[in-house]
């Protein structure tokens, strides 16, 4: 599950981190008002418009400007409200911004780069560090692999004293700063452990320019990314909450609700599949044969013929869809659930386009006779002996 910014800035002010007041707004009024506000409380001379969307690269996409005053702050919202964002991340398309977050702003002296993620690798959370942070830091990766910084933590024990220390001299913190920046990995490594995060990032972590009161400048967060295992999610009702409706595919939300697993993709043939693994390797043979699937679809072992019914009333309803390829392998799911379902969704949603079917496993005789009968309901129906059998069956169906 991921949040916005703003939820996540909340978050790391919980655990201690050090992030410049904001304000999320919802309009350009609200913007301007709440630019006066962060200038009346926290003496803020400059301010941040930061589109609020669930993807990253906004700096590069025009959704992070800053302003000087009220006005400006109410005109830049307008702009960044009335249009979709396209950043590196969205697609030429790009994603609507409904929210913004007005944050106070700050003068940077140098940026950097702080993350937690889980390392397959060595198996354990690993914290992620580079001097070179802000917009670039993928470019970093790519390019200057050994500028970032990797620190394996131990699950049980969390980030150790010394790996902080390390980490903060090797990104060459000085003086007050180590102390500063040590103390902001502590508790983002606390909060990744503790929330069940996935990915815990702080992008830039700032040196601010240094003022009579901090000769050293202050560390501070001022952007943040933060991702949570789904898996976990029933243990943290109150992050569960900070879920955006608005953020979500709406095909995808309807999936979830009915436990299959279901991401939409671009291509034209649909795909309904059990086993995350046969499903990939499905899609992989309709690429192979010239084709691009619509949708991953995994629709799990124990799914009921209620939850496939759903399963194919997604899948008919994207209207890209110009087949669609069932692939049972029936071991703890039978295909005989699968077959009437098949036979509900042709009789509930009808199959106007190609439908090729691949079953075999558990009940597949029975299943293979309920199709058989079924067969004037269901006109467009092929069915398949193996998984290249289908995915030629399906290619070639659509390309006539
Ligand atoms: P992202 O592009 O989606 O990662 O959005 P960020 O919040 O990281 O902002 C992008 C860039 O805008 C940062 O790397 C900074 O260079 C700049 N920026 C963001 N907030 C401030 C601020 O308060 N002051 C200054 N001077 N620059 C900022
Ligand atoms: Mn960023």
């Known amino acids: ?144 692999p050994d500028a970032i910084l990797r620190e394996a933590i131990s699950p049980m024990i969390g980030l150790r004293p010394y790996q902080a220390r390390k980490v903060a001299y090797r990104l060459g913190f000085r003086g007050q700063q180590v102390r500063m920046a040590s103390k902001i990995m502590h508790q983002l490594c606390d909060l990744f452990l503790q929330t069940d995060a996935s990915l815990a990032e702080i992008n830039p972590l700032v040196v601010t320019k240094p003022t009579t009161e901090h000769p050293d400048g202050e560390v501070l967060a001022i952007d943040a990314k933060i991702n949570f295992d789904d898996n976990a999610l029933f243990r943290h009702e109150d992050i569960a909450s900070l879920a955006d409706p608005l953020e979500e595919d709406k095909s995808e939300a309807h999936a979830r609700r009915f436990g299959l697993s279901y991401i939409k993709l671009d291509g034209t043939i649909g795909c309904l599949v059990n086993g995350a693994g046969l499903a990939m390797a499905t899609m992989d043979l309709i690429k192979l044969h010239g084709q691009e699937p619509a949708n991953f679809l995994d629709v799990g072992g124990s799914a009921s013929e209620e939850a496939v019914t759903e399963a194919f009333r997604i899948i008919l309803d994207d209207p890209h869809v110009k087949g669609v390829l069932v692939n049972i392998f029936g071991g703890i799911a039978k295909c005989d659930t699968i077959a009437k379902a098949i036979i509900t969704a042709a009789d509930e949603v009808g199959f106007k386009v190609p439908l090729v079917v691949r079953l075999e496993g558990t009940n597949v005789d029975i299943a293979r006779k309920m199709l058989d009968d079924a067969r004037s309901r269901i006109p467009t129906l092929t069915p398949a002996t193996d998984l290249t059998d289908a995915a030629k069956k399906i290619t070639s169906a659509i390309n006539n």
């Not at 307008?78 to 609507?96: A, D, N």
């Open 1 to 144: 599950m991921k949040i916005h910014e703003y939820q996540a800035r909340d978050l790391l002010s919980k655990f201690g981190v050090a992030v410049p007041a904001g304000i999320m707004v919802e309009n350009p009024v609200d913007a301007g008002k709440a630019f006066t506000e962060l200038a009346k409380r926290h003496n803020a001379k400059l301010a941040v418009v930061k589109a609020q969307v669930h993807a990253g690269g906004r700096g590069k996409g025009g959704g992070v400007k800053l302003v000087k005053t009220a006005d400006e702050a109410r005109e830049v919202a307008r702009t960044i409200l009335s249009k979709p964002l396209v950043t590196p991340q969205t697609g030429p398309k790009g994603v609507p911004v409904t929210k913004l977050l007005i944050a106070a702003g700050v003068d940077i002296e140098k940026e950097y780069y702080l993350g937690m993620a889980v390392d397959r690798v060595s198996g354990c959370p690993v914290l992620i560090a580079s001097s070179e942070g802000g917009v670039d830091i993928e470019e970093v990766a790519h390019t200057k």
